[in-house]
Every structure is written in C-alpha cells, then in structure tokens.
C-alpha cells in the first residue's frame, strides 16, 4: 500500500460517519462501532420520539448496523481520540486534500479549471474532456514556475531597492540643492537690499550736497540783494529829503548824493536754474516692472482720423486718414490721439513707448478713463480722466504752469516706461535709457477702467512706436 492510500486509510478510520469530520471525543457503541459522543447522542434524540424504533427500554439502534445498542453503554475510544488528533494536525491529512464533493483524495490537477480534482471528478462530464495531470507532476511544473518567478521577483526586488536607494540619493541631492538656492536668494537678495540701501544714501547725500549748495548760493544772492536793497533804500531816502528842503538848502552840499548815484554800482545774481540734476534712479528697477510687461496694442478705431498706423509685423497700415468711420463715437476728433485696445480694471501692467521727436512738438502719454470725450478739448489733468506725461521739444510749446496742466518734460528720453498699479491708484512713469523714475501720479483709487493713452504732435513732429506699430500725424 503505497503512502497515498495509507494516508487515506488513516483519515478514514479518523472520519465520524455522522458528521464526516474528524472525531471529536469518539465513543464506541455495543456493536463496536465509532462515533462522535455528540453526534450519536443527537442521533439517538431524533430516534427518541419516532415510534417503532426503540425496541427496548433504553436502547437505540446504531446508525452503522442498525444493531441495539443501550445508551449507557458508550465507551471512550481514546486511542482514536489521539489517531483523530494526529490526522487533524499532520499536513498530509488535512482535510482540504479530500474532494468536497466526494470526499476522495485529490489526486488529479485539471490544467483548463486550474483546480485539483479526485479520481471521480476526472470521470464526470465536466472534467472528461479536460486535460488532467497527475498531481505530483502538476506540481513539479509549477515548483519550476514558481521557482523562476521567485528568482524574477527577487531581481526586480534588488532592482526596486536600488532605484529606491538612488531616488533617496536623488531626493536629498535635490534637498540641498533647494536649500543652497534658497540660501543663495535669501544671501543675494541681502545684498542687494545693502546695496540699495547704500545706494539710497548716496542719492540721498547728493541731493543734499546740491540742496546745501544752490541754497547757500540763493543764500548768497539774497544777502547780496538785501544789502544792494538797503543802500538803495538809504540813498533814496537821503534824496527824498533833499526834495522837501527848500531851494537853497537844496543847492547846498547836492553833488554828494549825485555822486553817490553816478558811482552806484548794482550787482544782480545770476539765475540758479531750476532743476534737480540728482535723479531717482533704482538700480534693477526697470527690470523688476518688466516682469509685469503687456504687450499694449494701439486702437486704430479711436485713432484721430490722420493718425497713421503702421503695424511692422504685419506690414501694412492698420488704418486710412479718412474712411468711413470718421465720425465714429470711439474716434479722437480734436486731438491726434488714440488709445490702447485694453483697458485694465485691476492688476499691475507695464509698457513701453519709443519716441523720435523733430522740431517743436508737445507730445503726451500715460492712461485715461474708458469714458473720457472724444470730440472736446479739455485738459489733459486727472480731474479730467488723464494721468498722463507731456513731452515737450522746442520753445513753442513751452506750458503754462497751473493746478491743470500735466507733467511736462522739456528734454524727453527717446525711451518711455509706463507702469500702471491699478489697486494702489498710481501712474508712474520712467527713463528707460538710464532706469530715472520721472514722475507719479497718487490718487486712493481709480474710479473705472483706464485705457493706455497716446496723443502726438503736429505733422512733421516726429513718430511714436508702440510694440510693433508705428504712428505719425498726416502732413
């Protein structure tokens, strides 16, 4: 007998025929036969109230035999309590080797259900076309797959490992790498804020080097014109007394005082001219408003009708002096001006405009309210909607000075920054030749959208270029 059928001999002899189990405290009856203490006595309860089973007082019949057996009579059997016990704990006796259907050993492996099967699973419809292995060589197979999977998974595993150990390498490389730029902007923006700072105080200490030296020159002037107006003022006292005198007192000693006035010397100063040679000017600055550039666009629909707009990329003229929307609403009709074709409500924006100025000219450039008058003259001043910067070229259009007229600039850059903080209510505006602030405008805050604004010349007075487009007046 070989070890598979021993095996299965041995699990029988340690199967209870009433619950196909295991025995569990097995006693044994008159006939000889073994069950479960617990099964047998369930048995016999269900026997108890059936009529014609129990033949005599007290006895049952066993479920074997049919044999009587009296109930007082169950031994132990603890020899098969330790065969049962044995059978339940060895490997090769567990009770999933046994088929659930037929309770026979699994023999056999079905290769198309991928299941072991027993010996009358093999013979039944459902496995008689199958193929089927026996389940020693079955499992040999799959010992080989299985040992070729493991040696698989092992290597991907030390490849995993060492892809997990070159990105923990990777990840801290990049930590410090971090860490070394953070430092790094934290250190360079330290110095720079020492260098602007020491800067700031070097623009500071010029402007009041040149403060302390033109007043110390007005000083000067005045104390040159006070005295100049005291002697005057003495001398012409002297000569009103001699007025008020009679004729001959008059007469009398009158060429002193003549001769104080035909050797009177008068010394004027020179006029101090008025203007700052010590500029605003942040080093870096120009370079940190580019970082909120757009790219302004002029409107040829609101272009005064001879404005000309030349676009260079596209190499033709965006507009024609006159067309048939020259008495358009959006249309500039008192000025040579236009605006952008954005209008900004919030944000921070900056832009460029390139100028070649000839002859005498006022230009002007900045923002204006979306909703300013188009056919009017009025002031180019904030009260109006314009917060804009006059550039003037020659004496001709010298301005007026007053509460209403804009920033003007007598020597324009061929250069100009406009830098618009919507939420801060300011209009700046910057050299960028040489990165000079030029001047802002402050309000608490705007009551609209504004539009970038540009407003040129007279004919022949020169171009203005806006991004990719280049505008003059028609002469």
């Known amino acids: 007998m070989d070890a598979v059928e021993l095996a299965r001999k041995l699990q029988e002899e340690a199967t209870c025929s009433i619950c196909l189990d295991y025995f569990i405290d097995p006693v044994m009856t008159a006939c000889g036969h073994n069950f479960c203490r617990e099964c047998i006595q369930l048995s016999w ?111 991907e595993m030390m490849k995993t490992e060492e892809a997990l150990t070159k990105e923990d390498k990777t990840m801290k490389e990049w930590q410090d790498e971090v860490k070394n730029r953070r430092d790094r902007i934290v250190m360079e923006f330290e110095k720079m804020c020492v260098f602007l700072a020491e800067e700031e105080q070097r623009l500071l200490q010029a402007l009041k080097k040149e403060e302390d030296e033109t007043v110390e020159k007005l000083l000067e002037n005045k104390a040159i014109l006070d005295q100049q107006s005291r002697s005057l003022e003495m001398l012409l006292l002297e000569l009103e007394d001699k007025r008020e005198h009679s004729a001959l007192q008059m007469l009398q000693d009158m060429n002193r005082p003549l001769d104080k006035i035909k050797n009177l010397v008068t010394r004027y100063p020179e006029t101090i001219p008025f203007g700052l040679k010590t500029v605003c000017r942040v080093p870096g600055e120009i370079e940190v408003l580019k970082c909120f550039q757009v790219d302004v666009m002029p409107d040829a629909a609101t272009a005064y ?171």
């Open 305 to 475: 009708p001879y404005l000309l707009l030349y676009e260079s990329r596209q190499r033709c003229y965006l507009n024609s002096p006159v067309d048939s929307t020259l008495h358009s609403t959006d249309r500039f009709l008192a000025y040579p001006c236009m605006v952008g074709q954005t209008a900004f409500s919030e944000g921070r924006h900056y832009w460029e405009v390139g100028m070649n100025l000839t002859g005498d000219a006022l230009w002007a450039l900045g923002v204006c309210r979306d909703n300013i008058s188009r056919k009017d003259r009025v002031p180019k001043s904030p009260e109006n909607g314009f917060w804009v910067m006059q550039l003037s070229k020659g004496q001709k259009y010298l301005p007026i000075i007053g509460d209403t007229t804009p920033f003007t600039l007598m020597e324009p850059p061929s250069h100009v920054g406009v830098f618009l903080d919507y939420e801060a209510g300011d209009v700046s505006f910057y050299n960028v030749n040489n990165g000079s602030h030029l001047h802002t405008y402050s309000q608490a805050e705007f009551s609209g959208p504004l539009q970038p604004f540009f407003c040129l010349g007279a004919p022949k007075s020169g171009q203005m270029v806006i991004s990719t487009v280049t505008a003059w007046v028609k002469g």
């Open 45 to 155: 309860e269900k026997g108890r109230g059936k009529k014609g089973r129990r033949k005599r007082r007290g006895s049952f019949s066993c479920p074997e035999c049919r044999e009587m057996s009296p109930q007082r009579n169950l031994r132990p059997n603890r020899l098969l309590t330790k065969v049962a016990e044995m059978a339940r704990l060895h490997p090769s006796l567990q009770k999933r080797d046994l088929c659930k259907i037929h309770q026979e050993l699994l023999k056999l492996f079905c290769q198309d259900d991928q299941s072991p099967i027993c010996v009358v699973c093999r013979e039944s419809r459902e496995h008689r076309l199958h193929t089927v292995f026996p389940i020693d060589e079955a499992t040999q197979d799959y010992k080989v797959k299985l040992e070729q999977n493991i040696d698989y998974l092992r290597e």
